[in-house]
């Protein structure tokens, strides 16, 4: 019995092809939930999706003429910052609908471009992302990554702080908002061209989102949530690789699904201590991420 | 520098023979790059001064507290600034939810004085700590800030603005909100930190408040009136918040004149 599981618990780890996934999981995992926790308290959860969705035309081209994916991902990131910017200056349009506008057509327009009968059967893989299939030069982005993030997270902690509580009195104790939020946005663009390829243009957003919001749920301060999301990541990350192995299921969505289960049961079981501590009723949950693709 | 050593109390602005003028303002006019929207703005302040800042919603208060602290360039007139300014905001637009602890936020006034790569040193911490420890906070200084009272929040953005070390300390509307007793905690603080030779620009609704303080500035859309209670008469009141003022006989306060607004405004 107790070889058995001990037998379930190693056989991944026989080959490299899943040591490597095992290693990129963990990476995007540190990555993916230390810049999650600012991006919930900037109120980026939409617009991380939104880039995400956004750059699948600049993957498909690459793939098409063979170019290096994460060259084709920053060209289509670029594009789409662009059309957001001029979408959101039509009079009468609101911000969210340009963006969603601008998201929709460019997302369309990649698997209009994917689906053409002369592409490589290459769109599930972007879509859903192709873990098992990371090379060592995806391995040293993620590591490279973890830090620059880490780095620009530590460096910055006091600003960021200063902005996301106070953004209106930032100018005032000597924090330009604008600088804060270009650093925070160009960390978020890095993260989704180098998450894009393991874990796919769908299921990106939940290694930034899930262990974040379920990290806020669990911990009170800033640098114990930061910490908090990460392991979460990381586990979930590496629990849904175990799934993927022994159920066979895709990797990428397999990870998915775990993250969010791990939210869902940090939800359930504060949720269920929340009647001892209804006198701080008044501060406001979190909103689990659901948004529609 | 400061001496890294002297850390018993948060640094007030150098001693002086007879208060320092801090500010001295002369027909300003303040606005956001179109008409100016607060025009004709003239006074002094000196360390140690209290001045009530009068006016309705919308009356200027908020523009010209900007245009102090750099925000805003001044549409004209003179604006000569010899000190620091650090603000304090009202605690009810002030988030709930950030998972911060009021040294935390005290700490946030250290980070002005710090280049972009460094990091708030053992030093600036004990700072923030000494701060809150002069706003009567030191037994909370690691409790969620969410958690803490209005008044016991007001207190802690005071406490970022001393660890701001700014002689100049504007307060916008600091006792909304605050019952009796966090009320009364805040005005004994506020007299403390002029008394230590900070220069305080109070926004209140308040005219009795105003009138304890000693200085009052009445604005709405232009400066009404500028200096000692006296200068708060019926018709300064009826100008500066554009109603009327209707007397009440209450049993405690005696006569009493009140403001009736004609109409509110939200800007």
């Given at each position: 019995m107790t070889l058995a599981v001990l037998h379930w618990l190693t056989d991944p780890w026989s080959e490299a092809l899943t040591r490597r996934a095992l290693a990129e999981v963990v990476l995007l995992g540190i990555a993916g939930g230390?810049?999650?926790?600012?991006?919930?308290?900037?109120?980026?959860?939409?617009?991380?999706?939104s880039l995400a969705h956004a750059l699948l035309p600049g993957l498909v081209v690459a793939a098409l003429l063979g170019l290096p994916l994460l060259l084709g991902?920053?060209?289509g990131l670029a594009v789409a910052a662009v059309a957001v910017a001029l979408a959101g200056r039509i009079p009468g349009l609101d911000r969210d609908t340009a963006t969603a506008v601008v998201v929709t057509t460019l997302f369309g327009l990649g698997a209009l471009l994917a689906l053409e009968p002369d592409v490589p059967a290459r769109l599930q893989a972007l879509l859903f992302g192709d873990v098992l299939g990371v090379s060592d030069t995806d391995l040293a982005l993620a590591l490279g990554l973890v830090v620059?993030?880490?780095?620009?997270?530590?460096?910055g902690h006091g600003r960021l702080l200063v902005v996301g509580f106070d953004r209106l009195n930032a100018p005032a104790l000597g924090v330009g908002t604008l600088a804060v939020d270009v650093a925070l946005l160009g960390l978020l663009a890095a993260a989704l061209l180098v998450a894009v390829q393991g874990l796919g243009n769908l299921l990106v957003v939940a290694v930034l989102i899930a262990p974040a919001a379920a990290a806020r749920l669990i911990t009170r301060r800033m640098v114990p949530m930061i910490v908090a999301s990460a392991a979460i990541a990381t586990v979930a990350g590496v629990g849904g690789m175990y799934?993927?192995?022994?159920?066979?299921?895709a990797a990428g969505a397999s990870i998915a699904g775990a993250l969010v289960v791990v939210y869902l049961l940090v939800a359930g079981v504060?949720?269920?201590?929340?009647?001892?501590?209804?006198?701080?009723?008044?501060?406001?949950?979190?909103?689990p991420y659901a948004r529609p693709g | 520098m400061r001496d890294p050593g002297d850390l018993s109390t948060p640094p007030g602005p150098p001693e002086r023979p007879g208060p320092a003028e801090l500010l001295l303002i002369e027909d300003l006019d303040c606005g956001y790059g179109g008409r100016p929207v607060l025009t004709g703005v003239g006074m002094s302040l000196r360390a140690g001064d209290r001045v009530a800042v009068l006016g309705p919603n919308g009356g200027g208060k908020t523009t010209l507290f900007r245009t102090l602290l750099g925000e805003l360039d001044p549409v004209a007139g003179r604006l000569d600034l010899r000190a620091r300014c650090a603000v304090v905001p009202q605690t009810e637009r002030s988030r709930l939810d950030f998972p911060v602890s009021a040294t935390d936020v005290a700490l946030m006034g250290a980070v002005s004085r710090l280049a972009w790569w460094r990091r708030p040193s053992r030093s600036d911490r004990t700072l923030a700590r000494a701060a809150l420890a002069q706003v009567g906070l030191a037994a909370h200084a690691d409790t969620t800030f969410g958690d803490l009272s209005g008044g016991q929040r007001q207190r802690v953005l005071v406490a970022r603005a001393l660890v701001q070390d700014a002689p100049i300390v504007l307060l916008d509307e600091p006792f909304t909100g605050l019952d009796a007793v966090s009320a009364e905690q805040l005005e004994q603080l506020l007299e403390a930190l002029a008394d230590e030779g900070r220069a305080l620009l109070i926004a209140t609704h308040d005219v009795d408040q105003a009138r304890r303080w000693g200085t009052v500035l009445c604005l709405n859309g232009r400066q009404i009136a500028m200096g000692g209670t006296d200068v708060l008469t019926r018709e300064v009141l009826e100008a500066t918040y554009g109603g009327e003022i209707v007397d009440i006989d209450c049993a405690v306060h005696g006569h009493h004149p009140a403001v009736l607004p004609p109409h509110h405004h939200e800007h």
């Open positions: 230390a810049l999650g926790c600012w991006l919930i308290f900037f109120n980026l959860a939409y617009s991380a999706e991902g920053a060209a620059v993030v880490a780095g620009a997270l530590w460096v799934v993927s192995f022994h159920a066979r299921t504060t949720g269920a201590a929340e009647p001892a501590r209804r006198r701080r009723a008044d501060r406001p949950r979190p909103v | -």
